[in-house]
């Protein structure tokens, strides 16, 4: 193993972020696979591999700063870090001119005049980059157009392929169920963790000095589904509901907040719905109050709006899942409602019914939300919203 990576892993313990040998293994393998000519790209490798959440991805990131200094010189110049030590050299950082836009300076009036389409151009590029780092979700595979699986969930359809929609929802559901597996957690008492095992005792050059077992979490993890039902989206927002509330129970694990401009609480509508199956989706829709589906999209009112009320998601285990296309009529995308939310839950995933091409045109604001969210995934038919569940049931 690299020296200077095995300084570093010691500095990240230090600043309180765990790294197991096996992840510095899997973090030499990735660097020795990419190289270490991209500063840029070496950080994104040590993010996937030893970064677990938005905090210690923001811990890797001050450590990667202040430990790995690029040369101030030519290529091969070590001038700003210390020879053969990968740590920064107080005598040339000190000497380093302040930046001016730490001090408050402005920047030229050609950096002010940003083109809007540019900034959602390097927006979207940089989630690809942190998509393609970190992978979330998977993107939906391309299939046959004729399969059901892989049609696009359009807001017109005909009866004859609701139908078939419908008779391919329970297929996906028993292999989700297939592909699900019980979370366990850390404890003194349980199940002995064999793979932990060897892990831990690495260190002790496979001698099992330490014995590690496992139990399952006694805290189900909170989910809250807002979900925009206007009328491009609700055709595949009862999809989703109808997939996620086999899995998640209405009112126990999970509350599921329905929109067009504002938040509306439709967890015991949908618990009725899944329990008789006599009322369509549309029906269900028309019955709650406060719901108006005439309305134009309003994503900034309406997530200002469950900031503010009694709804809001909140706890170190609530899970925010938003399904929508972030289209909001012109209207101001508030994106700073969202990174409220965000602070207040453990990871926020976004499920855009829309193909990627189309993320961030027109009146997208999906730009401005990206940065607040955790994980993004295209679920324009069956296989994507089955995918969504899929990592919903992953963080649980």
Same mark, same amino acid.
């Given at each position: ?22 992840? &510095? &293994? ?18 994104? #490798? ?6 677990? *959440?938005?905090?210690? #991805? +923001?811990? &890797? ?157 006694? @805290? ?5 589904? =807002? ?5 491009? #989206? ?18 126990? @694990? ?68 938003? =399904?929508? *296309? ?8 508030? *994106? ?25 045109? +027109?009146?997208?604001? &999906? ?15 069956? +296989?994507?919203? +089955? ?10």
């Amino acid at each position: 193993m690299n020296p200077a990576l095995a300084r570093f892993a010691e500095t990240l313990r230090a600043e309180g972020l765990s790294a197991s040998p096996s992840e &510095l &293994l899997d973090a030499a393998r990735a660097i020795d696979a990419v190289g270490i000519e991209d500063r840029a790209r070496v950080r994104a #490798v040590l993010r996937a591999t030893l970064a677990k *959440d938005r905090r210690a #991805v +923001a811990i &890797l990131d001050r450590v990667f700063d202040a430990f790995f200094v690029p040369p101030e010189g030519a290529v091969g110049d070590r001038k700003g870090e210390r020879r053969g030590t990968g740590r920064p050299d107080p005598r040339t950082t000190r000497r380093r001119p302040p930046d001016p836009d730490r001090r408050g300076g402005r920047k030229p009036a050609a950096e002010r005049r940003e083109d809007p389409r540019e900034k959602v151009r390097r927006t979207l590029e940089a989630l690809r980059e942190r998509r393609r780092s970190r992978a979330p979700v998977r993107r939906r595979e391309r299939g046959d157009a004729t399969d059901p699986l892989h049609r696009a969930l359009s807001p017109r359809a005909s009866e004859q392929e609701d139908r078939e929609l419908a008779r391919m929802l329970p297929r996906i559901v028993e292999a989700i169920r297939l592909r699900a597996s019980r979370r366990t957690r850390e404890a003194r008492r349980g199940r002995l963790d064999v793979r932990l095992v060897f892990r831990r005792n690495l260190r002790h050059q496979g001698i099992p000095f330490e014995l590690p077992w496992r139990r399952p979490r006694p @805290r189900p993890t909170r989910v809250v589904l =807002l979900v925009d039902v206007s009328w491009s #989206v609700a055709r595949a927002a009862g999809y989703f509901l109808w997939i996620a509330s086999e899995f998640l129970e209405p009112g126990r @694990r999970a509350r599921i907040v329905a929109f067009v401009d504002r938040p509306v609480d439709a967890t015991e509508a949908v618990a009725r719905w899944k329990r008789s199956s006599r009322a369509t989706f549309a029906q269900v829709l028309q019955g709650l109050s406060g719901l108006n589906l005439d309305a134009a999209s309003d994503y900034g009112r309406a997530l200002h709006a469950l900031a503010s009320s009694k709804l809001r998601p909140a706890g170190r285990d609530t899970i925010l899942v938003v =399904l929508g *296309d972030a289209r909001t009529n012109r209207y101001d995308p508030l *994106d700073w409602a969202l990174g409220d939310l965000a602070r207040r839950c453990r990871a926020v995933l976004w499920l855009v019914p829309e193909p990627e091409s189309r993320w961030g045109t +027109a009146d997208s604001a &999906l730009a401005a939300y990206l940065p607040h969210v955790d994980a993004v995934a295209e679920a324009t038919d069956l +296989a994507g919203l +089955a995918r969504g569940v899929e990592s919903v049931l992953r963080r649980l």
